[in-house]
Nanobody
Framework: QVQLVESGGGLVQAGGSLRLSCAAS????????MSWFRQAPGKEREFVAG????????YYGDSVKGRFTISRDNAKNTVTLQMNSLKPEDTAQYYC?????????????????WGQGTQVTVSS
């Protein structure tokens, strides 16, 4: 079993940056696909970014491509989401998720473990 704890959320002005981190428990972190999702009030949960087991391949949702970067450190059991050029529409609760799948999926039901989430608010 994996426990995920996110940190790094907060309030930032449009155009600013934030760095989210997700710390995972357990000794099998490197066997999981890791992704970030977000959910804004009244909206469905949305895939933001995902990274494969080795960290060699990453994938992004269309709305964040070129602005967000996902990375992982398997030695430290952490995954990070660097968010630049933030927009008010990026405001949401951000969740870290882990999956036992072989490839990065963009559907939330394919993920086995979830963190509690961290709030990101971007003011205009």
């Amino acid at each position: 079993q994996v426990q995920l704890v996110e940190s790094g959320g907060g309030l930032v002005q449009a155009g600013g940056s934030l760095r989210l981190s997700c710390a995972a428990s357990g000794r099998t972190f490197s066997t999981y696909i890791m992704s970030w999702f977000r959910q804004a009030p009244g909206k469905e949960r949305e895939f933001v970014a995902g990274i494969n087991r080795s960290g060699g391949d990453s994938y992004y949702g269309d709305s964040v491509k070129g602005r967000f970067t996902i990375s992982r450190d398997n030695a430290k059991n952490t995954v990070t989401l660097q968010m630049n050029s933030l927009k008010p529409e990026d405001t949401a609760q951000y969740y870290c998720a882990a999956a036992r799948t072989l490839v990065v999926g963009k559907i939330d039901r394919s993920y086995d473990y979830w963190g509690q989430g961290t709030q990101v608010t971007v003011s205009s």
